[in-house]
């Protein structure tokens, strides 16, 4: 088995930042173990696959392929949202709430 993630740097970490491997194979309409095959590097992941994860995930195709950085840094708030799992998405959605209300009552 080649490990072919050298030839996609950030494919695993793009992928993360949002979906697991299940939801992400569900929304392009492809198994879980094809997720896995192609992060493991056992396949070669398709271009179309790469087009299909970097427009699921709001990155570039390049940025995969780790030819340019991206647009955001790890202080960008959405992007530190959506790393989030659902449960600490729910805690920060009730924390934004509870300051809202704060900030209204003044």
Do not use: H, W
């Not at 995969?64 to 790393?83: M, Q």
């Amino acid at each position: 088995m080649q490990n072919n993630l050298y030839l996609y740097p950030n494919l695993v970490k793009v992928r993360k930042s949002k979906y697991t491997q299940s939801e992400l194979a569900a929304l392009i309409g492809i198994s879980q173990q094809e997720v896995s095959r192609y992060e493991s590097g056992e396949v070669k992941a398709p271009i179309n696959y790469l087009i299909d994860v970097a427009n699921c995930c709001n990155v570039s195709v390049d940025y995969i392929l780790g030819r340019e950085t991206p647009e955001y840094n790890d202080n960008d708030v959405f992007t530190l949202y959506n790393a989030l799992n659902d449960k600490n998405k729910l805690r920060v959605d009730e924390r934004i709430k509870t300051l809202l209300e704060l900030q209204t009552n003044k």
